[in-house]
């Protein structure tokens, strides 16, 4: 997959079959919108391409600084890479680029710059200045400039919505099942791993305390999870707190992941960590040996859900 990340950059002379959008955890919803440019590709001489951007408009045009987001950039791209799409283009998105008009943004970007040859988008899809273009205004267009458009019908585009919202949700909620059956594959907290205060090693639960860059990252509810991670080519299971360690006098928000059976330094290691299953809330517990007996009674449930 070729990534470019900024449109002016791109360089590619051959046509595509394209969708736009912002693709936030990339899930099932959207991939019925992926596959059909995916296979439409396949079938015809077209380059599978979508074109997305960062920041999320809102946090530019809404000021919303609030707001999380599901995927990081990297985690997006290597979403889109396994799929098998073509290309993937990456566009800043800024005040400037909002006030392109909707005749500026098809004429210069879609045919021009991506040599667009259809357009595959949901029926709802507004664009240009003010979004003040729609689908019909598109295929007007695609009339003038020779390049055809495929309306995606109102039923998938709210089941992309609706996933969304309920994702979200039920991360904040902690129900991580439901996330996942949604999302179509396990969450996933991508960080480099940080030297903690070495209380999970005194614990006798040595931890990987894992720092996230982007604060835009949607990080789930507080309290234990069974993990796993891919270290070395190699699938290591585990468990993990995100929380503030209340019984030891916390006060900052920490990732830290026990990995079961595994015993290597992963100090500056880039790491992706799958949230499988939630174990429990984040307890302050009477003492440290109360903790220690309950961080048994996880391992125990983790164990046997990962044997199961």
């Known amino acids: 997959m070729i990534t470019v990340r900024n449109i002016s950059k791109y360089k590619e002379e051959y046509p595509t079959v394209i969708t736009i959008g912002t693709f936030d955890g990339v899930h099932i919803g959207h991939l019925k919108i992926l596959n059909k440019i995916i296979n439409h590709a396949k079938n015809t001489a077209l380059k ?13 045009l809404q000021k919303d600084a609030n707001i999380k987001l599901l995927n990081t950039i990297d985690e997006k791209i290597n979403i889109l890479e396994r799929l098998g799409l073509d290309v993937l283009i990456i566009h800043p998105f800024t005040k400037e680029f909002s006030r392109l008009t909707a005749t500026e943004f098809v004429r210069d970007i879609l045919v021009n710059t991506l040599n667009t040859k259809k357009v595959i988008i949901g029926y709802d899809h507004r664009f240009g200045r003010n979004r003040n273009a729609n689908i019909n205004d598109l295929v007007t267009f695609g009339n003038t400039y020779e390049f055809s458009v495929d309306e995606i019908p109102a039923q998938e585009i709210d089941d992309v919505s609706v996933s969304s919202t309920k994702i979200r949700k039920a991360l904040e909620e902690g129900d ?78 920490s990732i830290e992941v026990n990995f079961f059976d595994f015993d290597a330094d992963l100090y500056n290691l880039k790491l992706q ?36």
């Open 176 to 253: 991580i099942e439901t996330a996942n059956s949604y999302l179509g594959y396990e969450y996933m907290l991508t960080g480099t791993i940080i030297k903690g205060k070495g209380i999970g090693k005194q614990l006798g639960y040595p931890t990987a305390n894992l720092s996230i860059a982007e604060d835009y990252k949607l990080i789930p509810k507080n309290g234990a999870y069974i993990v796993n991670s891919t270290i070395n080519g190699k699938i290591v299971y585990g468990m993990m707190n995100i929380g503030f360690n209340p019984t030891v006098d916390g006060t900052k928000q």
């Open 273 to 308: 960590v799958n949230i499988l299953v939630r174990l429990r809330d984040e307890h302050k517990f009477e003492s440290v040996d109360a903790l220690k007996a309950q961080l048994a009674i996880d391992k125990e449930k983790s164990l046997h859900y990962i044997n199961k």
């Open 48 to 60: 599978s391409s979508v074109l997305t951007f960062f920041p999320h408009p809102r946090m530019v």
